[in-house]
């Protein structure tokens, strides 16, 4: 009974994740059965009935600001970086067209041939049908990160949730990895990720989720059932709201 009661509280939600993720235990690109992995996780929620969009970095093949870092001009390394992400939303829609569900990749950036362009109205109606509605090349602008992209798309998509998908189980005092005594949260409000740079999201995506009181719900990526359980309301998680808890 619990899913049932959790798809009520989660009717539409919006995954994000890292490019990186896509990667699996690689240096760089595509990992073809990390991609698979994933579908199969969208999917387990998507058979709850839950609508599902999705916001997918591109820091597995390229990284605007670090291309800007090497002397590339920033406006130019961030197109880049947005062309990357539409890669892996292509290679992601693959991955679940090959599961039967029926998706579609959506760019800010007009490129007609291999996806559809932004119309708000348009992408609320594939949602309605239960397509999984994959949101590709960031805002369209340069110097606004693929967190910021998603906090904008589950906002003006009235999603109920971000999924931030990671390495790790929550949101963490320190890293988990380099500190093994570090403690994670339950719960944590938006003013706090800000004030003690804890690694959530970048500032405006925070500032953003924050104005329009949309919660973000950190968990791992790399536990199986992890995305589906979170809906039944099990497993580890920490939540980002204006509630403290």
Same mark, same amino acid.
């Given at each position: 009974?619990? +899913? ?5 509280? !989660? @009717? ?15 240096? !760089? ?27 997918? %970095?591109? *820091? +597995?093949?390229?990284? *605007?600001?670090?291309? =800007? ?9 961030? $197109?880049? *970086? ?22 579609? /990749?959506? =760019?800010? &950036? ?7 362009? $932004? &119309? ?22 340069? $110097? ?10 589950? +906002? ?8 931030? %998908? ?5 949101? !963490?005092?320190?890293?988990? /990895?380099?500190? #093994?005594?570090?403690?994670? $949260? @339950?719960?944590?409000? !938006? ?25 973000? &719900?950190?968990? =791992? ?8 359980? &979170? ?9 980002? =709201?204006?509630? #403290? %808890?």
């Amino acid at each position: 009974m619990g +899913n049932t009661d959790a798809t009520r509280v !989660y @009717d539409r939600v919006l995954l994000k994740i890292s490019g990186e993720a896509l990667m699996g235990d690689q240096g !760089y690109g595509l990992h073809p059965p990390t991609v698979s992995r994933i579908a199969n996780e969208v999917k387990s929620v998507h058979d709850l009935g839950v609508e599902i969009c999705m916001v997918i %970095g591109g *820091g +597995n093949i390229f990284r *605007g600001l670090q291309g =800007s870092a090497q002397g590339m001009e920033r406006t130019t390394a961030d $197109y880049m *970086g947005m062309l990357a992400t539409v890669m892996n939303a292509l290679a992601m829609q693959s991955a679940l067209e090959a599961l039967d569900i029926h998706t579609r /990749v959506i =760019s800010a &950036i007009t490129m007609n041939e291999v996806a559809e362009p $932004y &119309i708000r109205r348009r992408a609320v109606r594939h949602l309605e049908k239960g397509r999984v509605c994959i949101f590709a090349a960031g805002t369209g602008n340069p $110097y606004f990160t693929t967190d910021t992209a998603a906090t904008l798309r589950a +906002n003006e998509m009235a999603c109920q949730a971000i999924f931030k %998908g990671t390495k790790v189980d929550g949101v !963490y005092d320190s890293d988990p /990895v380099e500190n #093994p005594d570090a403690a994670r $949260y @339950d719960r944590v409000t !938006y003013d706090e990720v800000l004030q003690k740079h804890l690694n959530v999201m970048d500032a405006s995506a925070i500032a953003l989720a924050r104005d329009n009181r949309l919660p973000i &719900i950190v968990f =791992s990526l790399d536990e199986p059932g992890g995305f589906r359980g &979170i809906l039944a309301g099990e497993g580890t998680f920490t939540i980002v =709201s204006d509630d #403290p %808890g």
